[in-house]
C-alpha cells in the first residue's frame, strides 16, 4: 500500500532510521519521531519529517495526533530503551522506566491514533527475542512480551480494518548493542545461529514487509527477524 502516513517512534536510532528508508521507499509520507533532536538530522537525509516529542508524556501523543496530518498507513511503534540488572538487584525504577517507554507509551499511541488509521493500515510493535526471557533482562523481557499480548489483543478487535503484528530480532547492530561490553557481545552472537549480528536492514526489510499488502493476511502474529537465535538453545 503506498501513501498515507507512516509513523515511526525512536527514529533516531540505529533501527529507527533504516526503517524509515524503507518505508519512504515503499512511497509513504514519513513521520519520524524521537525524543532525540538528531531525529532531525535523520529526517532531513529521508526527506521526511521529525517530531521531538518524548512518548512517555501525553503532551508527547499529542504532538504525534497533531504532526500526523491525514490518514495514517503504518504505525512502527519502535521507540525503546534497557536498563538491565540482575531481577534480584533490579530498582523499581529501572522496571517502571523501561515499561513505560516500551510498552505503555507504544500502547498509548497506538490507541490514540485508532480513528486516523486508514483501512488496511499496519501496526508494527517492535519486539525482541528477549520476549522469550533473557538473563539480567526482566524489566525489558516483560515490555517486549507485552507488547506481543497488547498487539494479539488488538488484532483480534481491529481486523479487517487495521493489523497489528511484532516483530522480534535478536541482537541488530545499533547504538544500542555497541553499549554492550565487547566480550558479553561477541559470546552473544555466538549464539545465533546465522552466526553473525543482524543488520538494521535485515530488520528493516522485515518491516517494510509486514507494512506491505503482500502481508494483508497476516494479523497477530510475532516475526522473529533473529538469525534463528530463538530455535537455539
Ligand atoms: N539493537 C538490538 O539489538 C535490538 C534487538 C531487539 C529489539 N530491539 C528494539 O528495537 C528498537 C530500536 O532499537 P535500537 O537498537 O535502534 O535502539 P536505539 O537506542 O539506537 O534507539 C532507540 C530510540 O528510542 C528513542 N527513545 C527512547 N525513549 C524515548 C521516548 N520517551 N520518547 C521518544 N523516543 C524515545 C531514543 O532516543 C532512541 O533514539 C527498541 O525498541 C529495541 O528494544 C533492538
Given at each position: 500500500m503506498a501513501g498515507g502516513t507512516a509513523i515511526v517512534t525512536g527514529a533516531a536510532g540505529g533501527l529507527g532510521g533504516a526503517i524509515g528508508e524503507r518505508l519512504a521507499a515503499a512511497g509513504h509520507e514519513l513521520l519520524l519521531v524521537d525524543l532525540d533532536q538528531a531525529v532531525e538530522t535523520v529526517a532531513a537525509a529521508a526527506g521526511a519529517r521529525s517530531l521531538v516529542a518524548d512518548l512517555t508524556k501525553a503532551e508527547g501523543v499529542e504532538a504525534v495526533l497533531a504532526s500526523a496530518g491525514g490518514d495514517v498507513a503504518v504505525l512502527v511503534n519502535n521507540a525503546g530503551i534497557t536498563r538491565d540488572a540482575r531481577a534480584t538487584k533490579m530498582e523499581e525504577a529501572a522496571f517502571a522506566a523501561v515499561i513505560e517507554i516500551n510498552l505503555v507509551a507504544a500502547?498509548?499511541?497506538?490507541?490514540?491514533?485508532?480513528?486516523?488509521?486508514?483501512?488496511?493500515?499496519?501496526?508494527?510493535?517492535?519486539?525482541?527475542?528477549?520476549?522469550l526471557g533473557n538473563f539480567g533482562q526482566a524489566n525489558y523481557s516483560a515490555s517486549k512480551s507485552g507488547l506481543v499480548g497488547f498487539g494479539r489483543a488488538l488484532a483480534q478487535r481491529w481486523a479487517p480494518r487495521v493489523r497489528v503484528n511484532a516483530l522480534a530480532p535478536s541482537l541488530v547492530d545499533t547504538p544500542m548493542t555497541q553499549a554492550m561490553p565487547?566480550?558479553?557481545?561477541?559470546?552473544?552472537?555466538?549464539?545465533?545461529?546465522?552466526?553473525?549480528?543482524g543488520s538494521p536492514d535485515d530488520v528493516a526489510g522485515t518491516v517494510a514487509f509486514l507494512a506491505s499488502p503482500e502481508a494483508a493476511y497476516i494479523t497477530?502474529?510475532?516475526?522473529?527477524a533473529c538469525g534463528g537465535r530463538s530455535v537455539a538453545p
Open positions: 500502547m498509548r499511541l497506538t490507541l490514540a491514533l485508532e480513528p486516523r488509521y486508514r483501512d488496511g493500515a499496519a501496526v508494527i510493535n517492535m519486539s525482541s527475542r528477549a520476549s565487547p566480550e558479553v557481545l561477541e559470546k552473544m552472537v555466538a549464539r545465533i545461529p546465522a552466526g553473525r549480528i497477530g502474529q510475532v516475526v522473529f
